[in-house]
């Protein structure tokens, strides 16, 4: 069974940068999700892709911030310009077409903005 | 923004013991879900409970659900050390954006061997 899974786990990058990560959800679902994670806070949601269309953006997620889902399948989650306050835990999952349902998260890549 | 918050925020019990973390939350919903979170990890799912229903039971996790006060709650039972982790309740929601989930702040909870 192969879950959700995201790349890189880890990124350390300097201010100012670019960052792209990577999100490769189980192949049969048409839901994918970003989520952003802070210390001792809950996931929060950033936006939301069924199949190619992105249907839904936070005010969270501000223009420095873009994602994609070409064809359906793997997703990118780039940051431009990245600020200390972007350092977070980035959470992709993905689900079925239930809506409202059990979604399936990966590992997260954690973003450290130094 | 959260839609729920978690009470206790964080619980220390004695393995064996049993472990009960609460959940509010404001709006209406179509269902409620309990996840966990080992340090530093992904989020695993544990249980669902749709607004239809009032308790759930899934191997030692009793949750239960009171639409009327809008809390939920989560037992478990002669709790493991590797239990040890964060617990967050999510709920998704009634109506066009039933689709995302909106997570509370989570309890840590930490059972001692």
């Known amino acids: 069974d192969t879950g959700v899974s995201q790349d890189p786990r880890h990124k350390i990058t300097k201010r100012g940068q670019n960052v792209t990560f990577r999100c490769d959800p189980i192949?049969?679902?048409?839901?994918l999700y970003w989520y952003r994670q802070t210390l001792g806070q809950g996931p929060e949601f950033l936006t939301y892709f069924q199949n190619e269309a992105q249907l839904e953006k936070s005010r969270l997620l501000s223009d420095r911030f873009s994602a994609e889902r070409p064809k359906g399948s793997f997703s990118t989650l780039e940051i431009q310009r990245t600020e200390q306050g972007d350092s977070a835990m980035y959470l992709c999952?993905?689900?079925?077409?239930?809506?409202?349902?059990?979604?399936?998260f990966g590992p997260g890549t954690r973003l450290t903005v130094t | 923004s959260q839609q729920g918050e978690e009470d206790p925020q964080a619980l220390s019990i004695q393995e064996g013991e049993n472990a009960t973390m609460n959940c509010s939350y404001k709006?209406?919903?179509?269902?409620l879900q309990w996840y966990r979170q080992n340090s530093g990890r992904g989020l695993v799912h544990l249980i669902l409970i749709r607004s239809n229903e009032r308790e759930k039971h899934s191997g030692r996790l009793r949750v239960t659900l009171d639409t009327s006060k809008k809390s939920s709650s989560l037992l478990i039972t002669a709790s493991r050390a590797a239990d040890t982790a964060s617990y967050f309740c999510?709920?998704?929601?009634?109506?066009?954006?039933?689709?995302?989930?909106?997570f509370g702040k989570g309890t840590l909870l930490t059972v001692n061997p």
């Open positions: 709006t209406s919903i179509n269902n």
């Open positions: 999510a709920t998704g929601l009634s109506g066009g954006s039933n689709y995302k989930l909106t």
């Open positions: 192949s049969e679902h048409n839901r």
């Open positions: 999952a993905s689900s079925p077409g239930l809506a409202g349902g059990r979604q399936y």
